[in-house]
C-alpha cells in the first residue's frame, strides 16, 4: 500500500492539460463579461500575473481563487465544479490530488496512520521499500515517479509562511517494529524522524504503543486538514480508493476520534524518548 499513490499501478494517464483547460475556461469567461485581466485581478484580489499563471495553466488556481473568480464571473458554479477535476502532480493518485492540493495552503495538518509511516515523514529508502513491496509491482520508472512525487510532498514541512502550518502524527509503534525494508533502512527512517523533530518546531510527532487496550483509530487511518478560511476537511483511504470529506457532521466525528488518540498514545516527549530507545537498539 503507498499512501495516495497506489492507483497509478495501473497506468492511469497524467493530464497535465486539465490545467490549460481550466485556465482556458477562465479566460473565456473572463472575456464573456469583458473584463480584463487587471479587473479580474482586483476583483479576486490576486496579482495579475496570478491571474494570468492560471489562465495559461502554469499555476494550479487555490480554494480562495477559485470561490472568488465564480463570483466575479457570473457566480455559475463552473469554475467551482471544474477545479474539482484539476490534476498536476504525477505519481499521485487521481483521489489524493485534490487532498494534496490543500495540503499547499493548510495551516493544520493532522494524520493518524497505522499501516506505513505517513509519506510526508518517509526517507527515500523506505518509500522505496514500500512502493516495491504491494502486488504489482511498478516499473522502475513509475517507482521513481511515486518516490518523486512522496518526496517533493515534504517540502511542506518547510515552507515558511504566515501562520506557519502545525503538523501532528499520530503513528503506531508497530509500523516501526515491522523494520519494513530492514535493519538499515529502518535506522535511517528512525534518524530521520529524530532530525524532523530537531529541525521543525511545528512538528508534533506521538507514537501509539503496542499495547492498547482501548483504541480510538480502529476504523483505520484518518487525516484532517485547516484551511487559510478556517475550514476543516478530513480525508480517508483504503485499498485502491480514497475519499475527501467536507460534510462538518462526518468531520466532526474525525475530529473527536483525533483528539481521543491523541490522549491515548504518548506524549510528544515520552515518543521521542522511545524513537531514540528504538534507535539506540538497532
Not at 490545467?19 to 490576486?46: D, I, N, P, W, Y
Not at 495579475?48 to 458554479?77: I, Q
Not at 538499515?184 to 530521520?192: C, G, I, K, M, Q
Amino acid at each position: 500500500m503507498v499512501e495516495g499513490m497506489q492507483g497509478m499501478a495501473n497506468g492511469e494517464p497524467e493530464f497535465s492539460d486539465s490545467l490549460r483547460t481550466f485556465g482556458a475556461v477562465v479566460q473565456a469567461l473572463r472575456e464573456h463579461m469583458g473584463m480584463s485581466r487587471k479587473e479580474l485581478a482586483v476583483a479576486v484580489r490576486f496579482s495579475e500575473h496570478t491571474v494570468a499563471s492560471v489562465e495559461l495553466g502554469r499555476r494550479m488556481p487555490d480554494e480562495v481563487f477559485v470561490e472568488r473568480a465564480d463570483a466575479a464571473l457570473g457566480n455559475t458554479g463552473a469554475l467551482k465544479k471544474a477545479a474539482e477535476f484539476l490534476n498536476r502532480q504525477p505519481g499521485l493518485a487521481a483521489w489524493f490530488r485534490r487532498w494534496a492540493q490543500l495540503e499547499l495552503t493548510a495551516i493544520s495538518l493532522c494524520t493518524y496512520e497505522c499501516r506505513l509511516i505517513p509519506g510526508l515523514l518517509q526517507t527515500e529508502t523506505y518509500a522505496r521499500a514500500v512502493t516495491m513491496s504491494v502486488p504489482p509491482i511498478p516499473s522502475e520508472a513509475e517507482a521513481n515517479r511515486r518516490i518523486e512525487a512522496r518526496l517533493e510532498r515534504q517540502k511542506l514541512l518547510s515552507v515558511q509562511r504566515d501562520p506557519l502550518c502545525s503538523f501532528s502524527f499520530i503513528i503506531e509503534q508497530a509500523m516501526l517494529e515491522r523494520h519494513t525494508g530492514g535493519e538499515e533502512v529502518t535506522r535511517e527512517l528512525l534518524d530521520h524522524l529524530l532530525d524532523v523533530l530537531d529541525r521543525h518546531w511545528n512538528v508534533e510527532i506521538q507514537i501509539m504503543p503496542l499495547r492498547q487496550p482501548v483504541h480510538a483509530g480502529l476504523d483505520g487511518p484518518l487525516q484532517l486538514l485547516e484551511t487559510p478560511t478556517n475550514k476543516w476537511f478530513a480525508y480517508s483511504e483504503g485499498q485502491e480508493n480514497g475519499r475527501l470529506i467536507s460534510d462538518p457532521k462526518g468531520i466532526s466525528i474525525l475530529q473527536q476520534r483525533y483528539a481521543k488518540l491523541r490522549s491515548q498514545a504518548l506524549t510528544p516527549e515520552d515518543s521521542r524518548s522511545l524513537l531514540e530507545q528504538m534507535r539506540g537498539a538497532l
